[in-house]
């Protein structure tokens, strides 16, 4: 182990800066939350889990017993195969920008909707949750994948009644998911009734009698599933919680279960707050960055501006991924396209180099790396008494640091290297960077966070931050990276199966009822009670259940078993298409659109990654229809439902003027006091965040150190570790393309990206057809015709697609804790598709008798 540099007062983390005395005083910064409050995350929940078992369903067949395909069709596009590419975004990024953005919505609408994007007057963006610069906004504020989704959101197209009366679900069904979602905008309400195989077109009034008929028709509240997205803004999201409390339930699941619960479920009961403690100008300080498990050329385009202002400034990048991704290497920023001094270089250089360390860890080996870094730290610290560990921060703000300091020491370097799949000396090489520096910052997504052992591993991270003091001062701390735009925000407003006391206390304040106390269901456990019956009746506000959540055919077959199904959403999806005995497709508008109410043009609001809350106003005429808002929609719901149970003038004041809602919520959670007054300054407003000031609202007030337990992955001999990705022309389950010109992968999307030398040990050859089998308890779920793929991935690990390959993960194979499922965790085997023609066809033809 060399010795960490000595502390050189010319350099950042100085060891002035290195004192627990110095650290940020509460009311420092002023403009990111005067103080702190407490998260809505409960470290101990009550036991809400189904323990009933359900068989796996017979996924591979299923396209056989059902005419509505729940998952997408089978037929391959044309697989074209190309070197992977080494640069993100750069001139191809603007050219594919401009190209979709202008065949979707035209060259008017299309351009009108990205200069108003992410603008500190205009509208938040419908994909991620990236932050936005408090100061100057670049006229171009957003990269190609927001420049994707705005552009879908403003399509000019209309997926009318005409639309639907011409096609059956079946026949919808068998469109791809690129083009379900190039149909155009849902623009009427429509219905499914029992036994029609069309949606056909319903009045809006009718509309609130059918749902308000099912729903009063339930022996109880909790036979109701209230599902939200992430895209859906804060007024909504808080109406809809309200909505569903009011009604008796607390069946509030989320796509946050599936995503960031792990971050939430690690984060509370070691900094008392579960979202991240950064801010974007953090990052442009940091003297050192950890990406881990996530891909933000793809996922978070936007962040590499950040990194590529982080590396200028002298930061050092370490990334952690199985695959080495091309927003990890270089980066060509397209801003720089509008610089004269930097247009050349930006148009013919490599860019800015991103990663400094890359460490192509094994699937679900990141705890182990990290205790690998960890272990040399502590190595260093005994060579460099004083210089490597901050004895001073720990003794004053933490507690558990000698269990923690054991657990590490104790792991043995061969248990390490063999889980990670990364060598002691590339660790030391990590380490190394680490060691003198304070100014540290971890981001992670959702690599991490599906993991079985998400949970811990994001412990893991904690404890790193906390035995480095790098945690609440300038260019320190954890950076959880939220997926889609508005998923933190939702989860602030009360969008949780488990609020606390604190705020439903709140609400029976502000709204004169009694909520419910009893514990709903997250995603998994309402999956599993609507398959077993528990459920008649299932509302999800925006989002694609069916596609993002696990176990395809274990969803669609709950689908089918309610009473009632209704889908709010702005663009037809694969999940719109399993229902229920009846169903309702009904269109709201998308943050892109004007959204006009009785007091005038309304605002709604977002929140970020960093805890920033800012307007987001639509600037796009709706297309002609009976589209209405996300509001609207639940207001009439509630009071047709609720009726005398509730005040129906607040209901109607909060549709007319969304800044009653805001006072309502302004009244209800801390942090939103001025809420009206807030939102409108320019750029919005940042949420209070103890972290940030070294304020953990913990029990006890203290950061915990986690003592976790390293688990060895369990495989057979011939099995492999599968884990799911999105492609880079997709966002969340909408397909915008065939390609992912990244990956070198053009025109499919049934791909599996396998490690050449498991591809010889199955005498697959590149461009093979191939079935997958998943393994989970015995049980077995498979996939089949997908093309394989010769990758550089480690050794013993696969990779695929969602949705393509959510069938493959099973409903019982979740995260420790945080009960997400483990899409970056799935046992198969792979084996050519020649192997099972004669089974298959004894199927299809047992199925067709």
């Known amino acids: 182990m060399e010795e960490s540099p000595k502390t050189d007062p010319g350099k950042a983390g100085k060891a002035q800066e290195q004192k627990a005395e110095n650290a940020p005083k509460s009311g420092e910064r002023p403009d990111q939350g005067r103080a702190p409050a407490p998260d809505h995350y409960r470290t101990e929940p009550q036991d809400t889990h189904i323990h009933t078992h359900i068989p796996a369903p017979d996924v591979a067949t299923a396209k056989y017993r059902y005419p509505i395909l729940a998952q997408p069709p089978e037929a391959l596009t044309g697989l074209k195969l190309e070197a992977r590419e080494k640069i993100a975004a750069g001139v191809t990024a603007v050219i594919k920008s401009m190209q979709f953005s202008w065949t979707e919505g035209g060259v008017g609408r299309g351009t009108k909707a990205l200069l108003g994007l992410n603008q500190k007057n205009g509208f938040d963006c419908s994909s991620c949750a990236w932050p936005d610069p408090d100061e100057h906004r670049s006229v171009a504020e957003f990269c190609e994948n927001g420049a994707k989704a705005t552009a879908s959101d403003a399509d000019d197209k209309a997926a009318g009644p005409e639309f639907f009366a011409n096609h059956s679900l079946a026949e919808l069904s068998r469109m791809t998911d690129r083009d379900q979602n190039n149909a155009g905008r849902l623009t009427h309400p429509l219905v499914k009734r029992p036994g029609d195989n069309h949606y056909s077109p319903i009045a809006w009034p009718d509309v609130f009698d059918i749902i308000a008929k099912e729903l009063n028709a339930c022996e109880s509240p909790n036979e109701a599933v209230f599902y939200t997205s992430g895209k859906v803004p804060n007024e909504p999201a808080f109406l809809f919680q309200l909505f569903a409390r009011q009604f008796g339930t607390n069946n509030l699941p989320d796509c946050s279960n599936m995503c960031h619960e792990s971050s939430g479920s690690a984060l509370s009961p070691t900094l008392g707050l579960g979202k991240g403690s950064v801010t974007l100008n953090d990052l442009h300080e940091a003297e050192v960055i950890l990406i881990i498990g996530q891909n933000p050329g793809t996922n978070h385009p936007r962040m590499l501006s950040a990194l590529q202002i982080a590396k200028r400034n002298g930061a050092k990048i370490i990334a952690v991924n199985p695959l080495i991704e091309a927003g990890l290497n270089h980066f060509r920023n397209p ?98 960077l680490i060691a003198h520096k304070q100014k540290i910052i971890t981001c992670w997504a959702m690599g991490v966070t599906q993991q079985r052992q998400g949970v811990q591993t994001i412990q893991e991270i904690v404890n790193l931050h906390l035995m480095k003091g790098a945690i609440g001062k300038p260019g320190a701390g954890t950076c959880p990276v939220r997926g889609h735009s508005n998923v933190q925000g939702d989860r602030t407003m009360g969008v949780w199966e488990r609020m606390p006391k604190s705020f439903m ?61 209704v889908f709010v959403g702005t663009k037809l999806n694969r999940g719109h298409l399993t229902t229920g005995e009846t169903s309702l497709l009904l269109p709201c508008f998308a943050h892109v659109d004007i959204d006009m109410q009785k007091s005038g043009h309304q605002m709604t609001s977002c929140e970020n990654s960093m805890g920033v809350v800012s307007q987001n106003k639509g600037i796009l005429v709706p297309l002609a229809g009976e589209m209405m808002s996300e509001i609207a929609i639940i207001s009439g719901m509630a009071i047709a439902t609720l009726g005398e149970k509730t005040n129906i003038a607040d209901w109607v004041a909060m549709t007319e003027n969304y800044d009653v809602i805001r006072d309502h919520i302004s009244r209800v959670i801390p942090g939103f006091e001025k809420f009206n007054e807030k939102l409108r300054q320019p750029g919005g407003f940042y949420l209070p965040n103890g972290p940030r000031e070294r304020k953990f609202t913990t029990p006890d007030g203290k950061a915990h150190f986690t003592k976790t337990t390293l688990e060895r992955p369990e495989v057979a001999p011939d099995q492999l570790i599968l884990m799911t990705v999105r492609s880079h022309d997709q966002f969340n389950t909408t397909i915008y393309e065939y390609n992912d010109r990244y990956r070198g992968i053009h025109g499919e999307r049934r791909v599996l990206f396998m490690n050449p030398a498991d591809m010889a040990a199955r005498s697959i050859k590149a461009k093979d057809l191939i079935d997958i089998t998943s393994h989970f308890q015995d049980e077995e779920r498979r996939v089949e015709k997908f093309v394989a793929v010769p990758y550089d991935i480690p050794k013993g690990n696969v990779c695929a697609y969602f949705p393509e390959a959510n069938p493959l993960v099973p409903i019982g194979s979740v995260a420790k804790v945080s009960n997400t499922p483990t899409s970056k965790y799935v046992v198969v085997t792979v084996v050519p598709t020649a192997v099972n023609n004669d089974v298959r066809i004894k199927e299809r033809e047992a199925m067709m008798a």
Do not use: C
């Open 335 to 432: 801003q720089d396209f509008m610089n004269p001094l930097k247009a050349l270089g930006a148009l013919l250089g490599d860019g800015t180099q991103i990663t400094d360390v890359f460490l192509q860890v094994k699937v679900d080996g990141d705890m182990a790396l990290l205790r690998g870094i960890m272990k040399h730290l502590f190595e260093a610290e005994d060579m460099n008494p004083g210089q490597v560990v901050d004895r001073r921060f720990i003794d004053e703000f933490t507690v558990g640091f000698p269990e923690f300091e054991q657990n590490i020491r104790s792991t043995g370097w061969e248990e390490i290297e063999e889980v990670s799949g990364i060598s002691r000396a590339q660790l030391l090489e990590a380490a190394n």
């Open 505 to 565: 206390d709140g609400l029976q304040k502000e709204f004169n009822f009694t909520p419910p106390t009893k514990d709903g269901f997250d995603v998994v456990e309402a999956i599993k009670a609507m398959h077993l019956g528990m459920t008649k009746v299932y509302f999800g506000l925006g989002g694609n259940l069916l596609a993002a959540g696990p176990d395809t055919e274990l969803i669609a077959e709950a689908m089918r078993k309610q009473k009632l199904t």
